[in-house]
């Protein structure tokens, strides 16, 4: 399994890149596979202020959908429309390719807090 030691992660299964204040998010490997193939994202809160932990979109999977929450407090700047067409770029590359969205951070620190690689590893094999 991949987890990328240059991220940081979310207990709900969500990975954050940093960059300056503006933060990339998607969901992780683990995630994906335990979802299975992926059908179809929404994002419907592109431009909104969200808090940390709140629900920006949802994941359909074949056999379920899935909530997407907020890893930090911030503002929903874009969503990846790559997705609309090819859903499955979240299975085929969930780190690059298949990001969901990118946001304005309110705070860096929020993202620092987050968990690292190994936390994360830690967590899902608990």
Do not use: C
């Not at 994202?41 to 907020?70: I, N, R």
């Amino acid at each position: 399994m991949n987890i990328p030691d240059n991220l940081k992660y979310t207990k709900e299964h969500e990975w954050v890149s940093l960059d300056g204040d503006t933060a990339t998010v998607g969901i992780t490997d683990f995630a994906q596979r335990e979802l299975g193939d992926i059908v179809y994202v929404e994002v419907d809160t592109e431009g909104e202020e969200l808090d940390q932990d709140e629900v920006f979109g949802t994941v359909e999977a074949v056999k379920t959908v899935s909530d997407l929450f907020m890893p930090v407090k911030g503002e929903v700047l874009e969503f990846n429309e790559a997705l609309e067409d090819e859903p499955e770029l979240i299975n085929k590359d969930p780190y690059d390719k298949g990001w969901i969205i990118k946001i304005k951070v309110d705070n860096s620190a929020d993202v620092a807090a987050l968990l690292d690689a190994d936390a994360y590893q830690k967590y899902i094999k608990a």
